[in-house]
């Protein structure tokens, strides 16, 4: 059964350094997405893309974050530089199709992060 | 900001026993979803239920929608441990650019 690929599974570094995460999502789902899920609440929309364009990040604080789709398939999420309120579990998820009411997302096991 | 919340926020019950979670939402919807994520991992999808449908099932799982209301119920029958898991359900709005809202989830516990 396909699956959302994520790594690292768990990532621990010091504030003010940078970080890295990686989403590989179900081959031919147009659509990935990353949530942040901090502890004890529902996960949150960071950014949407639609192949490789970004058709949502109003909740992306761009100062820090950024997110790339380069070749419309994997992309990676980046915080620089981190800070101790970053610490949360970082979802990727991949639908079909984007503007659709009726679209299931599809999420990989996650990526914890610890910022100390 | 979330659109959606869970009440109770955390159940127990034990194995057979049937669960019900509750969902209250702001905005009209398209759809609503219910989602399982095991500890500390990531989300899975049970059900979708459209602001057309009053009730849907799946298996063991029953969802009711009340649009007048602005409310949805998850109802998972017969439990299991297996069962164990936080659940959470999740909105699309025109409102919110038809993107998933997320409630902050119910903590559902099994005991066998």
């Known amino acids: 059964e396909a699956e959302v690929a994520q790594s690292p599974r768990y990532k621990i570094t010091e504030k003010s350094q940078a970080v890295a995460f990686w989403c590989d999502p179900i081959?031919?789902?147009?659509?990935l997405y990353w949530y942040r899920q901090i502890l004890g609440q529902g996960p949150e929309l960071l950014v949407q893309?639609?192949?490789?364009?970004?058709?949502?990040d109003s909740q992306l604080p761009k100062d820090r974050f950024s997110a790339e789709r380069l070749k419309g398939v994997d992309s990676t999420l980046k915080i620089q530089p981190a800070e101790l309120g970053d610490s949360a579990m970082y979802l990727c998820?991949?639908?079909?199709?984007?503007?659709?009411?009726?679209?299931?997302?599809?999420f990989g096991p996650g990526t914890r992060l610890t910022v100390l | 900001s979330q659109q959606g919340e869970e009440d109770p926020q955390a159940l127990s019950i034990q194995e057979g026993e049937n669960a019900t979670m509750n969902c209250s939402y702001k905005?009209?919807?398209?759809?609503l979803q219910w989602y399982r994520q095991n500890s500390g991992r990531g989300l899975v999808h049970l059900i979708l239920?459209?602001?057309?449908?009053r009730e849907k099932h799946s298996g063991r799982l029953r969802v009711t929608l009340d649009t007048s209301k602005k409310s949805s119920s998850l109802l998972i029958t017969a439990s299991r441990a297996a069962d164990t898991a936080s659940y959470f359900c999740?909105?699309?709005?025109?409102?919110?650019?038809?993107?998933?809202?997320f409630g902050a989830g119910t903590i559902l516990r099994v005991k066998s």
């Open positions: 999740a909105t699309d709005a025109e409102e919110y650019g038809n993107k998933l809202v």
């Open positions: 081959s031919g789902h147009a659509t």
């Open positions: 998820a991949s639908s079909w199709i984007a503007y659709h009411s009726y679209n299931e997302q599809f």
């Open positions: 905005t009209s919807i398209n759809n």
């Open positions: 239920i459209r602001s057309n449908e």
């Open positions: 893309f639609q192949d490789e364009s970004v058709v949502d």
